[in-house]
């Protein structure tokens, strides 16, 4: 009889211990789920700020864009926005290492609003170089000119051959510029010097492939050409230089000037306000 109390007793025991286990475990994945419902819940709450900053960022610049020139104390209230937005973010992802799905989904929404507010810090960059002459948040050297992602040097004051200009691109860390685009066709085209002078193009007639390559060895696109420019190039040979917004072929020896190209700077916010 007493063996039989003992065993009842024991399996009683084993019982309740597994049962804690249970509820141990239960408390476990409870205290999980708040912590990655906790998580989920501040970066969505960072999603709408940054959002809501990007709208004020939106009705700050067009109210300054117009007064930008003769007021620069106009930019502060906007400065302040980005570079508060600037911390929460990293304070944000700072706390948040590790991510569940949802997680990266809000995380992937942060980084989609970052860039949306980078791109409205590149229009205020252009507006103060456009009016603050030698503004810092300028991403090109002194004397280059700024547009899209690119910085591009007009060489006047002084003529050389195809191959000497390419070098003295290369000596400004940069070539000689390649026309990707309509859009920067039409821009090189706006540009003054462009209608009086000659300028050498990083095109050039390569003999082994009898084509038209560009300096990293990529061809012409024939949208980027009307059919006189294009009849000019097909099978010609020399190097290719731009005026009046059309292109032309000569010879490489001849001497004319010339555009460099290189990538632009990267926009730092904090040179905004300086």
């Not at 229009?123 to 300028?138: A, I, M, R, W, Y």
């Amino acid at each position: 009889m007493s063996e039989e109390v003992t065993y009842a007793t024991l399996s009683f025991q084993d019982s309740t211990g597994a049962g804690n286990n249970q509820n141990r475990n239960n408390l476990r994945k409870k205290d999980l789920s708040h912590t990655w419902r906790w998580a989920a819940l501040s970066l969505l709450t960072l999603c709408l700020l940054l959002l809501t900053g990007l709208v004020t960022l939106g009705i700050m610049f067009l109210q300054t864009s117009n007064e930008i020139n003769s007021d620069p104390e106009n930019l502060s209230p906007l400065l302040k926005v980005v570079h508060q937005q600037q911390d929460n973010l990293s304070q944000e992802l700072s706390n948040n290492s590790n991510f569940s799905t949802e997680e990266e989904l809000l995380k992937s929404q942060i980084s989609n609003l970052l860039k949306k507010q980078r791109q409205m810090a590149i229009k205020l960059c252009q507006e103060l170089v456009v009016h603050t002459s030698g503004h810092k948040c300028n991403p090109c050297p002194k004397m280059w000119q700024w547009h899209q992602n690119s910085c591009y040097y007009f060489a006047t004051n002084e003529e050389k051959t195809w191959s000497n200009s390419r070098k003295n691109c290369m000596d400004k860390n940069s070539t000689l510029v390649k026309i990707d685009s309509l859009e920067e066709k039409h821009f090189l085209k706006s540009q003054p010097l462009i209608k009086f002078s000659f300028f050498w193009l990083g095109l050039s007639w390569d003999p082994s492939g009898r084509s038209w390559l560009w300096e990293d060895g990529s061809s012409p696109s024939p949208s980027l050409f009307n059919t006189r420019e294009y009849v000019l190039m097909n099978g010609s040979q020399g190097c290719a230089y731009f005026q009046g917004g059309n292109t032309y072929t000569s010879r490489c020896s001849a001497e004319i000037s010339w555009i460099c190209e290189k990538t632009a700077a990267l926009v730092k916010i904090e040179d905004l306000d300086e």
